[in-house]
Structure formats: C-alpha cells, structure tokens
C-alpha cells in the first residue's frame, strides 16, 4: 500500500473534500481548491459519478448479482444532506443490500487511510462487508485476496466489479489490461461498471498539470476509442457508454455522441 503523508496532498482526501467530505486535511483542501480553478465543475462530476455508481450497483443487484468487487473505492464519505432528505448517493454495500440483504461487498484500495475508514463505518459489522489494502494494477491478488474471500467473494459466481474514477490513475493500455485479465476471471452474467475522467483535446493541459501536483498517481486523458475499449469483452448496458450525470439503466442511447465537453464518461458492461 501507499505511505500516509497528510502534509501532501492525496487523491483520495480531494475527492472526499470535493464531495463536502471531512476526511482531508489543509494540503488535500489547497490542492482541491487549486484543481476547481481548473475544472469549476468538478465537484458536480465527483457527485455524477457518486451517483451514477449508486444506480449501477442497484442495477446489477436487480440483476441477481450478490456480490460486489469496489476497486479504488475512496473514502467512504457520507452524503452532505438536508435533515430528512433523501441522500444524495448510496456505498456500494448500501445500494447492494437495499435489493439483496446479505449481498457480499468487498472495498479495495491501496491507500490505507481508505481502508481503515472503510473498516471502520462500513458494513455495521458484518463479516459479508469488508476493506481491504490492494492494488489495481494487480487483479489476481485483489481476486485472490483472503480477506475477500472469506467474506464468500468467488469468481465462480456472477458479481459486480466497480471500477469508479480510477482508470484514469493508469495509461490507457495498461487501463485495458487491468479489465481484461478481471473480465477474463468473472463468470458470465458478471458485470463492470466504469466511469473514467474524459477531457478531449486537454491532455496536458492546466487541469492535467494542477491534478498530477497531488502526491499520487498522475492522471491520464483516455481518448473516446481507448474508454470503449474497456469494455471490449462485454456488452454495453443501454444507455451505453454517456456522461455519467445523465446515466439510467435501460434509457435510450443519446442521439449524439458526447461532445467535446469535459465528463466523467460512464457505462456498465455485462459478460456474456
Ligand atoms: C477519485 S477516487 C475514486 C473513489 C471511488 N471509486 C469513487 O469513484 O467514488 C480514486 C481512488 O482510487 C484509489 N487508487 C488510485 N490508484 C489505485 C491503485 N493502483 N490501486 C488501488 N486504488 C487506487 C485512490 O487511492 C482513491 O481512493
């Protein structure tokens, strides 16, 4: 796993502040604020992608799937709300187990002030919800994972990965790699939810150059073709691949495809 330094900023402390979050400290806020100068709208794409994933887990719970694989699953940050609203999103394990109670939910990250947070409020103790310290880039130990296996994670049966605003922390080949070899391992009727950050034509511009400051992985711009071609392998769930602000399961495609705005572009696949 990744060192804790909290005098530097860190991925995961910026986008939990970004979701009205408290698990950040000054650096995390600093570098937070210096990348909405950039990108005004990134805290609303942060919540997109909250609750486009809210919408994919229930989506594949109403599908059968018991289990769920969070793969650079952040912290686990409450929802801001009103007293008596509705919130804004749900975990993974809360969307999961409001369609199958005893789903099984597995969290994953390689920084361990995520995994801790995660052990400590998520899943209210039970032995079917757990975190645990792992890396992307290695799929078969994540897999293989005794803590995720003892929670009843197997790749014999269908599940649900969630690859949520991380794909992006890799170059696109090794992105597509990485979702291969997970795909290749899942049963069929598995499905892989994505939502990557898409900026066409800012490669390497202010926002890249502001967001690679953190004292993480720096952040690739996949290009429309490299994002597709996550989900080679699998069948797209209508609406397909769209702005994850916008994504519903089983709505119509849009008629145009996206523009040259700045998105977190998402889709949930399903193997055949
Ligand atoms: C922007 S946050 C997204 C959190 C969550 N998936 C979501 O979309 O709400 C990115 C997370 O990916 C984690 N991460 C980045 N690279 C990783 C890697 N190689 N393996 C595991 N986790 C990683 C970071 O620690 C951070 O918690």
């Known amino acids: 796993m990744m060192p804790v330094d909290v005098t530097k900023p860190n991925i995961a402390r910026m986008y939990d502040y970004w979701l009205g979050g408290k698990d950040n400290f000054e650096a995390d806020r600093a570098a937070a604020e210096a990348v909405r100068a950039q990108r005004p709208n990134i805290a609303d794409q942060a919540l997109d992608n909250k609750k486009f994933q809210t919408r994919a887990v229930s989506y594949a719970a109403g599908q059968g799937v018991a289990q769920f694989l969070d793969i650079g699953s952040g912290l686990p940050t409450s929802p801001v709300r009103a007293e008596g609203a509705e919130p804004l999103w749900l975990a993974t394990h809360e969307a999961a187990r409001a369609v199958i109670p005893d789903a099984v939910v597995a969290y994953v990250d390689y920084d361990p002030i995520a995994v801790v947070h995660s052990q400590a409020l998520l899943g209210g103790g039970s032995p079917q919800v757990v975190a645990v310290g792992g890396d992307m880039r290695d799929p078969d130990a994540i897999l293989a994972d005794p803590a995720v296996r003892a929670a009843g994670f197997t790749p014999a ?37 994505i939502s990557v950050g898409y900026a066409p034509g800012h490669a390497g511009d202010d926002f890249a150059r502001t967001y690679n400051a953190q004292d993480g992985p720096r952040i690739y711009a996949h290009s429309w073709d490299q994002v597709t071609a996550l989900f080679d392998g699998l069948e797209l769930v209508p609406p397909g691949l769209v702005d994850a602000a916008t994504w519903q399961a089983g709505q119509a495609p849009p008629d145009a495809p996206a523009g040259q705005a700045s998105m977190i572009l998402a889709g949930l696949g399903r193997k055949p």
């Open 157 to 193: 049966q269908p599940a649900c990965v969630i690859l949520a605003c991380i794909l992006h922390f890799l170059d696109a080949p090794t992105a597509r790699g990485v979702v291969h070899r997970l795909v290749e391992a899942l049963a069929p009727g598995s499905y892989v939810a």
